[in-house]
């Protein structure tokens, strides 16, 4: 079975920057198209951004576009969600996730089948 492990979340102020790390072990990720995803208190889980199995197509949520890069290392079997110009809005719980081999990648949460146990980023004003 596919695991994934989240890490380098954390409280930053308004502006800065964080970068997360989500290492897979089990399976090579190397198939997998994959994504980060994010839920706030009392708010839905929503898509932040996603990386084909290959790496060479990118999708991002309207609200991180510009400000966040998903990237991904497939002979080291991670992926990294860089952020940037962070704002209280981005606080929540980050997921990495991924999705059947060989998927286009998505930011609908119903399409991957492994998540990672979640890293909580805060923001603060």
Not at 96 to 108: E, F
Request: one cysteine or more; aromatic letters at 12%; hydrophobic letters at 30%.
């Amino acid at each position: 079975q596919l695991r994934l492990v989240e890490s380098g979340g954390g409280l930053v102020q308004a502006g800065g920057s964080l970068r997360l790390s989500c290492v897979a072990s089990g399976y090579s990720l190397d198939v997998y198209s994959l994504g980060w995803f994010r839920q706030a208190p009392g708010k839905e889980r929503e898509g932040v951004a996603s990386i084909s199995y290959h790496g060479l197509d990118t999708w991002y949520g309207d609200s991180v576009k510009g400000r966040f890069t998903i990237e991904r290392d497939n002979a080291k079997n991670m992926v990294y969600l860089q952020m940037n110009d962070l704002q209280p809005a981005d606080t929540g719980v980050y997921y990495c996730a991924s999705k059947p081999a060989y998927g286009l990648g998505s930011l609908n949460e119903y399409e991957y089948h492994y998540w990672g146990q979640g890293t909580q980023v805060t923001v603060s004003s």
